[in-house]
């Protein structure tokens, strides 16, 4: 069965850093485009970073672009998110998301708080 774990979050000042890892098993990870969300309490789930199957292709959402970086090693079929420059507006549970035959897999999610 598919599952995700999530790790690494914690509490950050503004301005700081953390990388958040994703640990996938139970499906061909080199295959799948992987994802990070976030949603903070009362707000909707946002979708935060893609990498594709390889590696190759990023996109991010426009809050985060230029502080964020999203990777990938298949060889341990783990995902990243290196999260630089944080801010208090980036508080959130923050979920790996995997979508395979059609249907969304996620984990349970790592609580980033930014904060003084």
């Known amino acids: 069965q598919v599952q995700l774990v999530e790790s690494g979050g914690g509490l950050v000042q503004p301005g700081g850093s953390l990388r958040l890892s994703c640990a996938a098993s139970?499906?061909?990870?080199?295959?799948?485009?992987m994802s990070w969300y976030r949603q903070a309490p009362g707000m909707e789930r946002e979708l935060v970073a893609v990498?594709?199957?390889?590696?190759?292709?990023?996109n991010y959402a426009d809050s985060v672009k230029g502080r964020f970086t999203i990777s990938r090693v298949n060889a341990k079929n783990t995902v990243y998110l290196q999260m630089n420059s944080l801010k208090p507006e980036d508080t959130a549970v923050y979920y790996c998301?995997?979508?395979?035959?059609?249907?969304?897999?996620w984990g349970k999610g790592t609580l980033v708080t930014v904060s003084s």
């Open positions: 990498i594709d199957r390889t590696g190759t292709i990023t």
């Open positions: 139970g499906f061909a990870f080199n295959s799948y485009t």
């Open positions: 998301n995997v979508k395979r035959l059609g249907m969304d897999y």
